[in-house]
């Protein structure tokens, strides 16, 4: 009895500790010094242990290697956070340092419209017409770090006098400076000074820069203030609202009496709003691990859908697609609602859809970190007059075509699926008894624990006693732009300087058969479809290692690597003036990638009786490459050149994988080395080599090599 009630105790004294355990610090700090700067200002508050707002924010952002001339290679490591930009300028430091790490100076350059690649060199920009406080749209009376120049202290100059014990009642916005003494309150009186810039803080902002010792000086956190406090009205989540802020140099506070404890006085989103301004996109996060390696699920999908049952005809023995139904398109009835089945699996940075009833295809591949699907997705289930049957639903998402060169004859029928989830990864695979040939056709997709990569095997078996001719291929219906069109920076990468030409409307082309030099054609770069006269469709010669489409507007595409059994690439999509509604009912477009067992649309290898055959690949979503140059299994490497005259190199890797160092070299000259690090793909790394830098680019990182 005493045991039992001393276990009890014992009990007791454990489960608050287990229930009270302190969250560790996210994933996907840059560097180990990042995240312990985290953990020291922002890990209370992620526990509910704190009494103020974020100072960085919740998750670590993207990271890259920036110019910054001083810096070895030229280039410093940073990582953004919602609030701010931590660098590393000097690797060789003192890591014991306060300063080893330093807090960006975005707001300045924000306001000034410069940023800062060396000790007293700058790269202009306009100034960020970004709101500073507030929704990020729908937003007019708030006013955007360019307004703030006329007034802001940089550089020295444009001094205030002290105000030390009066209220708060300027404002300001797109109209200028005014003043409305309804908003003065008593937690706005002017307590601080600083006699650098010759501006004047308020009590509520004062308090809170105090609240960051003793982790951190003020100083380090915010530099000084640019601005004196204003009000300003913005809207936060569409209501209108009086919102105090301040401008420092490295942060911007804002002070809003609407919102509970702890939260009227947080840090202006900086990071994100700086990440906008000079990179164009928004600011993307580190994924977190999931609560288990993989989410399978069951759903349903809504796809309005045209009735083709009076539409339909059978045929009979003798006809070339025999037993396959034609389609009569007179007889196609209306659109109607309809509900799909699907299958969703889904790990940490991909979400994978499944549509068993419309060809067991891979609807589509959503990369978690930007929100970009890669496939394009029709909003309408619409019959289109190509492929060997004579109709085809181009419903998107990546196909199985077989027995049959073109799209085949099973991409409208049911398939079986099975979804079969280990430890480590999770196989969706369809399969169908192919009616013509007696054949078996099996799809399979891969999702691997913590991989951005998806992985494809193509299977035919023959059963049969006799020996079938066989066309096999995988379909990528694409728009990786995220808008379901093909813009007119959309770049097709094609690793081949031959093209066969399989069709096309285009005038300036030889017709089928004929072959074409690739990319660079009569004067014309035809990896832009935006460069062709109507449609295109073209295989490359020989096996390439892979194929990819890029739109280098949106910053964001996807690349297939070929792998065992893989023989063909092909390339096809509509140039202007292709009339769309062939195939739906918006002006939404795509493009398309085929990897097949056979070279081209023209090779029918016979499969033996009893025999099977197979063909490998695998896809990877990409964004903020700039431009894909190359591809294999580990990730993908890609090149911008920027207005500055200087090169930018990314590498994406498909795994979460430690490198001791990457390295960039230069037609073979070695030109930059980065510390050790951790290559994710929710993080592409890039490194900004300085102007001036050319050459055939290649790239080493823990055995895994990329090459231009």
């Not at 919102?243 to 404890?261: H, K, M, S």
């Not at 023995?317 to 299958?343: C, E, H, K, M, T």
């Not at 285009?506 to 009569?522: E, F, M």
């Not at 295989?539 to 063909?568: C, K, L, R, W």
Request: glycine share 10%; aromatic share 10%; proline share 9%.
């Amino acid at each position: 009895m005493r045991s039992a009630l001393l276990a009890l105790l014992l009990l007791a004294l454990i489960l608050p500790s287990i229930a009270h355990a302190r969250p560790s610090p996210p994933d996907g700090f840059a560097d180990s010094t990042f995240r312990q700067i985290w953990s020291d200002a922002d890990l209370a508050i992620l526990a509910g242990e704190a009494s103020r707002s974020w100072t960085w924010g919740n998750l670590p952002g993207e990271r890259r290697y920036e110019r910054y001339d001083p810096s070895p290679g030229a280039a410093r490591l940073v990582q953004y956070f919602d609030k701010a930009r931590m660098e590393i300028s000097d690797p060789a430091g003192d890591r014991r340092s306060p300063w080893f790490v330093t807090c960006g100076l975005l707001v300045v350059e924000m306001i000034a419209g410069r940023t800062q690649v060396g000790a007293n060199a700058f790269v202009a920009l306009p100034p960020a017409s970004i709101p500073l406080a507030g929704d990020p749209e729908g937003n007019p009376d708030a006013p955007t770090y360019a307004m703030l120049a006329p007034l802001a202290a940089i550089d020295g100059g444009n001094r205030a006098p002290t105000r030390t014990g009066q209220l708060v009642s300027a404002t300001f916005g797109p109209q200028g400076v005014g003043d409305d003494p309804a908003l003065a309150r008593p937690e706005t009186i002017i307590v601080g000074y600083d006699e650098v810039t010759g501006r004047n803080v308020p009590r509520v902002f004062q308090r809170f820069m105090d609240q960051q010792r003793p982790a951190f000086e003020p100083l380090f956190v915010f530099g000084r203030p640019i601005t004196e406090p204003y009000w300003a009205w913005v809207h936060v989540a569409g209501t209108r609202v009086p919102v105090l802020f301040q401008a420092f140099e490295r942060r911007l506070l804002t002070y809003n009496p609407a919102n509970p404890d702890p939260w009227k006085v947080e840090m202006g989103n900086v990071g994100q709003h700086y990440v906008r301004w000079r990179y164009g996109h928004p600011l993307r996060y580190a994924q977190q691990p999931l609560a288990q390696a993989f989410s399978i699920r069951e759903t349903s999908l809504n796809i309005p859908t045209y009735d083709l049952t009076a539409a339909l005809r059978p045929t009979q023995p003798g006809d070339a697609i025999f037993p396959y139904n034609r389609l009569d398109p007179s007889r196609v009835g209306a659109l109607q609602p309809r509900s799909y089945r699907a299958i969703v699996v889904e790990n940490r940075f991909l979400t994978l859809t499944f549509l068993p009833d419309l060809g067991g295809r891979l609807l589509q591949v959503v990369d978690r970190a930007s929100g970009r699907p890669i496939f394009y997705q029709n909003p309408v289930v619409k019959p289109s007059p190509f492929g060997q049957r004579g109709w085809w639903l181009g419903v998107g998402g990546l196909e199985w075509a077989a027995p049959t060169e073109e799209h085949g004859y099973l991409e409208n029928l049911p398939w079986q699926m099975n979804v079969t989830p280990t430890a480590n990864q999770v196989t969706v695979q369809a399969q169908i008894n192919e009616l013509q040939t007696g054949m078996t056709v099996l799809g399979s997709v891969t999702l691997r624990a913590d991989t951005a990569q998806v992985g494809v095997r193509m299977q035919v078996q023959n059963p049969t006693a006799s020996t079938r001719p066989l066309q096999m291929w995988t379909n990528a219906i694409l728009s990786p732009g995220g808008d379901n069109r093909v813009g007119t920076r959309l770049r097709m990468v094609f690793p081949s300087n031959q093209m066969i030409v399989h069709a096309t409307m285009d005038r300036g082309l030889p017709g089928a058969h004929g072959q074409i030099s690739w990319p660079h054609y009569a004067g014309r770069d035809l990896s832009y479809p935006a460069n062709w006269t109507g449609y295109l469709g073209g295989f490359a010669p020989n096996p390439i290692p892979f194929m990819g489409v890029y739109d280098e507007q949106a910053d964001s595409g996807a690349v297939v690597v070929h792998g065992a059994g893989t023989q063909g690439g092909k390339l096809f999509g509509f140039g202007p003036p292709v009339d769309r509604r062939l195939y739906t009912d918006d002006a939404s477009e795509y493009v398309e990638l085929w990897s097949g067992a056979q070279t081209t649309f023209w090779d029918y290898p016979p499969l033996e009786a009893g025999g099977q055959r197979s063909f490998e690949s695998s896809w990877q979503p990409l964004w903020g490459l700039g431009s894909l140059v190359s591809a294999t299994v580990d990730g993908a490497l890609g090149l911008m050149q920027r207005p500055d005259g200087g090169l930018s190199v990314t590498l994406s890797s498909v795994r979460i994988v430690d490198v001791p160092n990457v390295v960039v070299h230069l037609d073979g000259r070695e030109v930059f080395r980065s510390a050790a690090l951790t290559l994710r793909p929710d993080q592409p790394l890039t490194i900004d080599l300085p102007p001036g830098s050319a050459g055939r680019v290649e790239v080493e990182a823990g055995g895994m090599r990329f090459g231009s």
